[in-house]
């Protein structure tokens, strides 16, 4: 940029000469000499003004690149309460439309704010050099112009944080649609998704149209101060040559200067309108950067590194999202989980039976009490360590784009093939794998689209065996298999991993039954433990519920025997056996 700089002051000092030598003297050879000079001086300053908008492109996607991956590092490093405070169409838009706006003004930074004021300054000097009285206009000019810059400036950045917020509308709105597009499809919302969205993008035109409409009077503005002081400059700087203290070829080169001054003054002050604009998305992408994760590890001297089993304690444990005291959603949970033991977690629906598991791999910390996993305080382990030991098929299943191995891989990047169709064949899903014309490496689509609920599910618990984790914790992650495949399931859990806890939260008796302890919990406090039978005779809510789905208002925990039923035909008649 400094010497694209140099070559281009240095054209208007060599056609002043040209002016007042070459054609004043009526000297050819000067004038092309002169200008063959010149004309060089010109495609060097070309060669240095590609290399610069060369490398500054360059560094402009390196930054990119570094800055998106640096905030994606962050967010992978988050806890569950950390993106909490975020939605996710949020965090898409700081990676994607934030950033790209902050890499635009980043590559004119790096070229502008070399250039112009390298260029004013030299430009400066030779208009000095050249004549005093006349470089004071533009002096007297540059004041007004930053003002109005700051001023303007000043009203325009709450519209652009406004417009950046509606953009993660926009993105929510979409993000909802295509997740849920086949739910849109069946329900025929079509429209009333389209008109949902049409709302959302009519709000982000009209947040950018009150934003840009500040910012559309800074180039008249710029251009305006700049033509009155170049017609200024011609009409003082044309008297003077009228009476002789300035010759043309000065006054020409002295225009080309004054030219060169104001249109490094109009950049810098784009510059600055484009601070305003992407001062916003800064701020958002440091709020993300800025965010530390409530969870950490301990320092690597103290930490655990390894489960030694996969015993659980709760020592009078509570919790409430947000770190709100006022709202628990857990209250003083004592109890003791031995290892290798099945455990039962059973509930109504916003019992915080999802919220209790989520504690032992510590996606949540608790508010109050202390949980131990093999003995030691959850605190105490590296998050790594504790993790890999804890395996969790949550509520909703989640595969990603890739082969069916290459998904049941995540559970051990290590594992062969031998030990992939071993889980498999222990989650139930060997057989409707092997169904398929490739196997295992049957490529799904993005979430698993091309595979059933069921089969999603089986996956996923293949996946956590996959791990050969301490502690196994299903959270109804049989919901939508018929019962006697998870039967099938609960059998080979049993029979493979005896020495691996097992925590299973369900809905369906039949589920949990077979459990060495059973957990009721009724609004986030502990109502009962014991056996099925003992839960049966001592505990309401567990009674209820098993009778609830005995006389079919719920999962039948038992297929009714019809054996000594009449049987008959459509036209009444008996059917004999």
Same mark, same amino acid.
């Given at each position: ?315 009078? @444990? *509570?919790? =409430?999202?947000?770190? /709100? ?8 949970? #004592?109890? &003791? %989980? ?112 091309? @595979? *059933?609920? =069921?089969?999603?599910? /089986? ?8 791990? #050969?984790? &301490? %502690? ?106």
């Amino acid at each position: 940029m400094i010497g694209e700089v140099c070559m281009e002051v240095s054209i208007p000092f060599i056609m002043a000469k040209i002016i007042d030598i070459g054609i004043a003297g009526r000297d050819i050879p000067y004038v092309t000499k002169t200008g063959l000079f010149m004309v060089g001086l010109a495609v060097i300053s070309l060669l240095f003004g590609c290399a610069g908008s060369f490398l500054a492109a360059y560094s402009s996607q390196g930054f990119a690149k570094n800055l998106r991956q640096r905030i994606y590092c962050k967010i992978q490093g988050f806890s569950f309460s950390n993106l909490d405070k975020f939605s996710t169409a949020s965090l898409v838009t700081r990676l994607t439309t934030d950033i790209t706006m902050c890499t635009n003004v980043y590559q004119m930074l790096i070229r502008i704010c070399i250039r112009s004021p390298f260029m004013m300054i030299a430009g400066c000097l030779m208009a000095f050099r050249i004549n005093t009285e006349l470089a004071v206009i533009f002096l007297i000019a540059i004041p007004f112009l930053a003002a109005a810059i700051l001023l303007l400036s000043t009203f325009a950045h709450p519209r652009f944080l406004k417009m950046m917020k509606t953009y993660d509308g926009l993105n929510a709105s979409v993000q909802e649609n295509l997740v849920g597009i086949r739910i849109v499809k069946a329900y025929v919302r079509d429209e009333f998704e389209f008109k949902k969205f049409e709302k959302a993008a009519g709000q982000l035109c009209n947040a950018q149209y009150r934003a840009e409409k500040i910012i559309i009077w800074m180039i008249p503005l710029m251009q305006l101060v700049m033509y009155l002081t170049m017609s200024a400059v011609v009409w003082f700087g044309g008297h003077k040559v009228v009476f002789g203290t300035m010759s043309a070829g000065q006054l020409i080169s002295f225009f080309a200067y004054v030219t060169q001054i104001l249109m490094s003054l109009m950049m810098l002050g784009m510059i600055f309108v484009s601070l305003v604009m992407v001062r916003a998305s800064v701020g958002r992408i440091k709020e993300v950067l800025s965010e530390e994760s409530d969870i950490r590890s301990p320092d690597a001297v103290n930490a655990v590194t390894e489960l030694k089993d996969g015993s659980v304690e709760f020592r009078d @444990v *509570s919790f =409430g999202y947000n770190n /709100r005291y006022d709202n628990l959603v857990l209250e003083n949970l #004592s109890f &003791k %989980i031995e290892s290798g033991q099945v455990v039962g977690i059973i509930g109504g629906t916003g019992s915080s039976k999802t919220t209790l598991i989520s504690l032992i791999p510590r996606l949540y910390d608790a508010l109050s009490g202390m949980i131990f996993v093999g003995g030691q305080d959850v605190r105490n382990y590296d998050l790594k360590a504790l993790r890999d030991g804890v395996a969790l098929v949550l509520q909703k299943n989640v595969l990603f784009s890739g082969t069916i191995k290459e998904n049941l891989r995540w559970g051990n990047p290590d594992a062969t093939d031998k030990e992939i169709e071993m889980a498999c064949q222990a989650a139930d899903a060997d057989s409707f794998i092997k169904a398929f014309p490739d196997g295992y490496d049957t490529e799904l689509g993005q979430g698993g689209v091309n @595979v *059933s609920g =069921g089969q999603k599910q /089986r996956l996923c618990i293949a996946r956590a065996l996959l791990k #050969s984790p &301490k %502690i196994l914790i299903l959270d109804d992650s049989t919901s939508a298999v018929d019962t006697a495949t998870e039967g099938r399931i609960r059998t080979s859990l049993r029979n493979i991993a005896p020495q691996t806890t097992k925590i299973i939260i369900a809905q369906r008796i039949s589920s949990v039954k077979d459990a060495d302890v059973i957990f009721v919990l009724d609004e986030g406090k502990l109502n009962g433990i014991g056996s099925h039978e003992e839960l049966l005779r001592d505990n309401k809510i567990y009674r209820e519920v098993y009778e609830s789905q005995q006389q079919g208002s719920g999962d039948a925990d038992m297929v009714p025997d019809v054996s000594d039923r009449k049987q008959v035909r459509p036209d009444g008649t008996d059917i004999v056996d």
